[in-house]
């Protein structure tokens, strides 16, 4: 179904999600009871709320106008080298899949460090938290050189991950 299915999947995915968490919190989370009236939307807050969530929109935006601009460039300077139009776009997504990998180790170590960064810091054992910082510096350190010489040391055993290409395919990448 080409584009069109990729995105029906993604929808029916997101409401599968949603209606999962909703069954969950409802029959099997009972510390904080919850009801139908709990899912009425209430304008009141929207304000709050919005501004909450606004970093992340904006985040969000930035990215997508980014990959836009760099999937409209890949197809453009594609279609004028000897790769052609759809392989920089393949190649391109590739790379950006792989290091999400490790952007999204790193995210995590971060998001789990602050936690113990933030009660530390409340509890004013700042060396406690020099450390946590530290030790979560140095694990994203750590992932980043180690995916740097993965990348480096074996692109053409990556990209394979993602299906057999041409040759032509795997000099682009």
Same mark, same amino acid.
């Given at each position: 179904? +080409?584009?069109?299915?990729? *995105?029906? !999947?993604?929808?029916i995915?997101?409401? #599968?999600?949603?209606?999962?968490?909703?069954?969950?919190?409802?029959r099997?989370? &009972?510390?904080?009871p /919850?009801?139908?009236?709990h899912?009425?939307v209430? #304008?009141? @807050?929207?304000?709050?709320l919005? !501004?909450?969530? *606004?970093?992340?929109?904006?985040n969000? /935006?930035?990215?997508?106008?980014?990959?836009? %601009?760099?999937n409209?460039?890949?197809? &453009?300077y +594609?279609a004028?080298s000897?790769y052609?139009?759809? =392989?920089?776009?393949? %190649?391109?997504?590739?790379?950006?899949k792989?290091?999400?990998?490790c952007?999204? =180790?790193?995210?995590g170590?971060?998001q789990?460090?602050q936690?113990?960064?933030?009660?530390?810091?409340?509890?004013?054992?700042?060396?406690?938290?020099?450390? @946590?910082?530290?030790?979560? /510096?140095? *694990?994203? @350190?750590?992932v980043? %050189?180690?995916s #740097?010489?993965?990348?480096q040391?074996?692109?053409?055993?990556? /990209?394979?991950l #993602? +299906?057999? +290409?041409?040759?032509?395919?795997?000099?682009?990448g």
């Open positions: 179904w +080409g584009v069109a299915g990729a *995105a029906i !999947a993604t929808i995915g997101q409401i #599968f999600s949603g209606c999962l968490v909703v069954w969950y919190l409802a099997r989370f &009972h510390t904080v /919850l009801h139908r009236k899912l009425k209430r #304008f009141s @807050a929207l304000g709050e919005s !501004a909450i969530g *606004a970093g992340n929109c904006f969000q /935006l930035a990215m997508l106008v980014t990959q836009v %601009v760099l409209n460039s890949l197809k &453009h +594609g004028l000897i052609g139009e759809s =392989i920089p776009i393949a %190649v391109g997504g590739i790379v950006m792989v290091s999400q990998l952007f999204g =180790i790193i995210i170590i971060s789990g460090s936690p113990i960064e933030s009660f530390n810091y409340g509890a004013r054992n700042y060396d406690r938290v020099r450390r @946590a910082y530290k030790l979560a /510096l140095m *694990a994203g @350190a750590v980043g %050189v180690v #740097f010489l993965l990348y040391l074996f692109p053409r055993q990556l /990209l394979g #993602f +299906g057999e +290409g041409t040759a032509e395919y795997f000099e682009c």
